[in-house]
């Protein structure tokens, strides 16, 4: 998967995406599919750096697709 070049690119896979199903991504799925230690991921999420989460009733963490496209797209605009 190529992450959109810019926010406004974002925007629209995230629009596009929340009238479909946005799969919800576990953590290790986020972590391989950004090449980052689990370790990584709970330090980015304590001080509020990484894609928006969300918790659910039973405890686990998931990672909307949306949330990390436009994590991956800011990181992309960040760069430049």
Do not use: Q
């Not at 690119?9 to 995230?14: E, F, I, W």
């Not at 919800?24 to 689990?38: F, H, N, Q, S």
């Not at 991921?41 to 969300?54: E, I, Q, T």
């Amino acid at each position: 998967m190529t992450p959109p070049n810019n926010l406004a690119s974002a925007h629209r896979a995230t629009k596009a995406r929340s009238t479909a199903r946005d799969e919800l991504l576990t953590i290790l799925e986020v972590c391989e599919e950004l090449g980052i230690a689990r370790a990584t991921f709970y330090r980015w999420r304590a001080h509020r750096k990484g894609p928006a989460s969300l918790r659910l009733p039973n405890g686990t963490v998931r990672i909307r697709r949306s949330a990390l496209t436009a994590f991956i797209a800011a990181c992309e605009e960040a760069a430049h």
